[in-house]
Structures are given as structure tokens and as C-alpha cells.
């Protein structure tokens, strides 16, 4: 917080900060309607000192998930782009995060400006802004909005949303149909159509609802919605991240109807989740090698990979074998959507389930990442677990990932916490040999097989994750372990 004088008395100004990927806060708290207000000012303020008077005019799309106040939130944002002479395409609460950002390239937009907290539990909701490539904005563009949001709310501009539809500053629009024609030039779905495939689709309450089933209509295939009415408290779960215990109820409603596989998408439908057909979860890294292998060994594609170093090693392995480059970066798409943009990139990808495509927009999308992964069971007739067994075959067997999220005890822990692990430099992590540090985002230690360790704080919660990959199956827990002991982790 910072204080400003206002008259007799001193109000204390809300510091809005953007994370891994955009803003978020606890509705009511950190996220009220004042402070949205002048967090899109400071977008507005940035988009006028990033175009020309003509370029402003191509606008700005604006939508929303299905959170609590969605509705008037995205109207809020949509006032105050308005308020600053900037037209928006204006589509509204409940729209997939994918099909917000496939709407910049296909309406011409400079911009985007996204209401939602993706997977955050049910008391938050955030703000997310995406360029005119539909990708994250990277983070000195972040830095120059952040500078920008005023203090005061006398400094917002703003026009009544009935007011500016009536001088066509905001007009609606339906994103649906050209997102739709743009999946189907991206995959055939005929094959999926007609397969015969038994699919349950957890939409976990969120804005992907209905719209796998909607694409996949008209065939044999048969698509069983669960999680797909509005409910912004999200039962069944803790949040709707596409990762265990809140996929629990999803993968135990594919093993009751006796379906081939689960798919997948958290509360925005960016990020894809898996499941097999014995209830078992695929993570997030097998999920992107699996797909790796998809482009690479079933579709002959080729091009350059983009991971986070939170990411899979089986994709460095992967490139190897079909001779392709692989590119690390930082955690989150604004480090990975420039980098994908700047080397042409086959597919780009992170830990938490969100992955980006060739010929598409540089921004997760979990409606067509689950597309993919049924292509892939039809293309090669194999199952989730078969399936696994060629990757593996592929790069020299299983790997195994686990993380752990503690929420941080204070702010103090957090610099103590870094106070400690830029002193460590461990000779062994889980019985493994460590052979060297990398402290590009967070603290990443490497191991004699291999794997991995990091251990990092989050750019969206008050959280410090401690995540490891290794071939040793036998060795996860005692690497976690040993990264909550380097953390000081009790």
C-alpha cells in the first residue's frame, strides 16, 4: 500500500501489481470496481503511448470468465476504454481466454484486456492484457502499464457503457464462430467425429463449457459434460486448476462411464488437464512430451520448442532425436509468447498445463491442446497409458513429477527464503548428485540423472512451489524434501 493525501486525511492507495501472468486479488478486497478502474486506465495510458491515433482505432477486445461480478467487471474495463476514445470488441463474461486472444488477430485489435483469475480459488479474479499477436505482453511492457495506473481515481476516464454502444465506441460481438474455423484449419476433426471415442470433459464450472462437445458434434464419438452450469464457488474442487485433488471428481466420472480418456480445462479454458481410462491422471509434463511427439513423430512436423525451465527434460530429449532446437525461458507466457514469436516456434509450453501452437496465437489454449491429445489417440489407435509407453520408449523411459505448494507464513520467509537459497549450493539433492544452479527464475538445481529441482515463489499467489522431475521414480519424495529443507520449508 501507498498513502496519498486526500483534504484532512490520508487514504491508503492500492499497489497494483502484475504477476506471472497479469493481475489478480481477492474480490473485495484488492480487486474492487475502484481499483479495476484505474488499472485499465493505466492499460489505456500505455496503448496511447504505444500507437498512433490510427492504430488506436483498430480497438480493443474485452471479455470475461464466469466468476463472481463478471459481468460488471468486463463492463468496467470496457468503460474506461471507452472513456480514453479506444473502440472495443466487446464479447463479454464466459468467453475461453483462447478465443479472447484468437479475437485480436482475427477483429485486427491492437489489444486485449481479459477479466478472470484462471485457476485461482473462488474469492479471486484478475486482469489479464494480451497484444495485437493475441500473446502476453512481455515484461518491460508490463513494467511501463504498471507505471502508468494512477494513484487517484480523479484520473480515470470513463464513459457509460450504454453511452458509448450508442456512439459505437463498444460494440458486441460473438467470438465463437471464427474461433471454431480457425481449430478446424489448425485439425481435421472428422476422424475424432467418427472414432467412437467415449469422452468426458470436465469444464470445471468454467467458460470452456460446451464448446469441445459443440466441435465434436454430428459423429460416433460421444462427449459427457460434467463441472459445465456456471457456479463461481466451484464445487468438487478447491479451484479450477486442471491438476489433483480438484481433477478427482472428473477422473472418477470417466471411470463410471466407461470413457476412453478425460479431458480437461481449468476455469478459463487456457490450460489442458488428462486423464486416462482407468482414472489415472497424466501430468502436465507428460501431457506436453506427449505432444511433443505428436507434432514431431505422428504429424512429421518440425520447428523449434519453447519450454520454461519448469518443464519437461523429455522434450530436450525429444529435440535430440528429430533434430529440432529447444528453448528455455522463464515461468509464464510472457516470456514464452516472445520468444515463440521471435523463432517461428512449433509449440510452446509450462508446468501448469498451458500450451501454444504453431499457426495459431502465441497463448494457451486448452480447448485444442485436448483436441490434440484425442488426435493423437485416433491417429496412432493407442490409449493414455499406451501412449505413454511409446514416449517413453522414445526418451529412455519414465519420468516422474511431483510439486509441492506452501502458502508463505509471511514476508519476511520470503526474503529469508532467498537470503538462504542464493547462499546453497547443495552437493546432493534426494541422493542424486547436484552439478550446477540456474537462477533465471527462482532457484533451479540440475541432477547427475537428468532431472531436477526448483524451487520458486509464484508471480500470481502467495506461494513458494517446490517442483522436481527425475527418471528415479523411487527418488521424488526425498527430492522434495530436500528442496523444502533448502527453502526452509518446516
Given amino acids: 500500500m501507498e498513502t496519498r493525501k486526500t483534504g484532512k486525511h490520508t487514504a491508503m492507495t492500492y499497489k497494483i501489481k502484475f504477476g506471472t501472468d497479469g493481475w489478480r486479488a481477492k474480490i473485495a478486497d484488492g480487486y474492487t470496481f475502484e481499483n479495476l478502474r484505474r488499472c485499465t486506465q493505466g492499460f489505456a495510458r500505455y496503448l496511447v503511448q504505444m500507437h498512433d491515433v490510427e492504430q488506436l482505432q483498430r480497438g480493443v477486445v474485452v471479455g470475461g470468465d464466469k466468476r463472481f461480478g463478471a459481468e460488471d467487471f468486463c463492463k468496467i474495463v470496457a468503460e474506461v476504454l471507452a472513456g480514453n476514445d479506444i473502440p472495443v470488441h466487446f464479447t463479454g463474461a464466459g468467453t475461453p481466454t483462447p478465443a479472447i486472444s484468437y479475437s485480436v488477430i482475427e477483429r485486427g485489435a491492437i489489444a486485449a484486456a481479459n477479466i478472470t483469475a484462471s485457476h485461482n480459488p473462488s474469492a479471486d479474479n484478475g486482469f489479464k492484457v494480451r497484444d495485437a499477436n493475441g500473446g502476453a505482453i512481455d515484461p518491460h511492457g508490463l513494467d511501463i502499464i504498471e507505471s502508468a495506473i494512477p494513484d487517484s481515481i480523479d484520473e480515470v476516464k470513463q464513459l457509460?457503457?450504454?453511452?458509448?454502444?450508442?456512439?459505437?465506441?463498444?460494440?458486441?460481438?460473438?467470438?465463437?464462430?471464427?474461433?471454431?474455423?480457425?481449430?478446424?484449419?489448425?485439425?481435421?476433426?472428422?476422424?475424432?467425429?467418427?472414432?467412437?471415442?467415449?469422452?468426458?470433459?470436465?469444464?470445471?464450472?468454467?467458460?470452456?463449457?460446451?464448446?469441445?462437445?459443440?466441435?465434436?458434434?454430428?459423429?460416433?464419438?460421444?462427449?459427457?459434460?460434467?463441472?459445465?452450469?456456471?457456479?463461481?464457488?466451484?464445487?468438487?474442487?478447491?479451484?479450477?486448476?486442471?491438476?489433483?485433488?480438484?481433477?478427482?471428481?472428473?477422473?472418477?466420472?470417466?471411470?463410471?462411464?466407461?470413457?476412453?480418456?478425460v479431458c480437461i480445462m481449468d476455469g478459463d479454458a487456457d490450460r489442458c488437464g488428462f486423464g486416462d481410462e482407468h482414472g489415472n491422471f497424466v501430468d502436465q509434463l507428460r501431457v506436453f512430451g506427449l505432444l511433443g511427439m505428436y507434432f514431431l513423430d505422428v504429424r512429421g512436423a518440425r520447428g523449434p520448442i519453447v519450454k520454461t525451465l519448469s518443464s519437461t527434460g523429455m522434450l530436450d530429449k525429444l529435440g535430440q532425436r528429430f533434430d529440432v532446437p529447444v528453448y528455455q525461458t522463464g515461468v509464464g507466457f510472457k516470456y514464452i509468447a516472445p520468444k515463440m514469436i521471435e523463432i517461428d516456434a512449433l509449440i510452446g509450453g509450462e508446468e501448469s498445463g498451458g500450451y501454444a501452437f504453431h499457426g495459431h496465437v502465441p497463448e494457451r489454449d486448452g480447448i485444442l491442446a485436448n483436441l490434440f491429445l484425442l488426435d493423437l489417440m485416433v491417429q496412432t489407435g493407442l490409449k493414455p497409458p499406451q501412449l505413454l509407453e511409446r514416449l517413453f520408449d522414445m526418451v529412455g523411459g519414465p519420468h516422474y513429477y511431483d510439486r509441492i505448494d506452501t502458502r508463505l507464513p509471511s514476508n519476511a520467509f520470503k526474503t529469508e527464503a532467498k537470503v538462504r537459497l542464493d547462499a546453497v549450493q547443495p552437493d546432493y539433492i534426494g541422493g542424486l548428485r547436484c552439478i550446477s544452479k540456474v537462477t533465471v527464475d527462482g532457484?533451479?538445481?540440475?541432477?547427475?540423472?537428468?532431472?531436477?529441482?526448483?524451487?520458486?515463489?509464484?508471480?500470481?499467489?502467495?506461494?513458494?512451489?517446490?517442483?522436481?522431475?527425475?527418471?528415479?521414480?523411487?527418488?521424488?519424495?526425498?527430492?522434495?524434501?530436500?528442496?523444502?529443507?533448502?527453502?526452509?520449508?518446516?
Fill in 160 to 261: 457509460d457503457f450504454d453511452e458509448a454502444v450508442r456512439r459505437g465506441l463498444i460494440q458486441h460481438f460473438d467470438p465463437k464462430p471464427a474461433y471454431y474455423q480457425q481449430v478446424e484449419r489448425l485439425i481435421d476433426l472428422r476422424p475424432i467425429r467418427d472414432a467412437g471415442l467415449r469422452v468426458v470433459v470436465d469444464n470445471m464450472w468454467g467458460n470452456g463449457a460446451g464448446w469441445l462437445s459443440e466441435l465434436l458434434a454430428g459423429g460416433a464419438t460421444e462427449v459427457i459434460d460434467i463441472h459445465a452450469e456456471r457456479n463461481p464457488i466451484f464445487p468438487e474442487m478447491d479451484r479450477p486448476e486442471p491438476i489433483p485433488p480438484n481433477v478427482d471428481a472428473g477422473l472418477a466420472a470417466g471411470v463410471r462411464h466407461q470413457a476412453d480418456c
Fill in 443 to 490: 532457484y533451479k538445481f540440475n541432477l547427475e540423472d537428468g532431472g531436477w529441482l526448483l524451487i520458486r515463489f509464484s508471480g500470481t499467489e502467495p506461494l513458494i512451489r517446490v517442483y522436481c522431475e527425475t527418471v528415479h521414480g523411487d527418488k521424488v519424495a526425498s527430492i522434495l524434501a530436500d528442496g523444502k529443507k533448502l527453502a526452509g520449508i518446516a
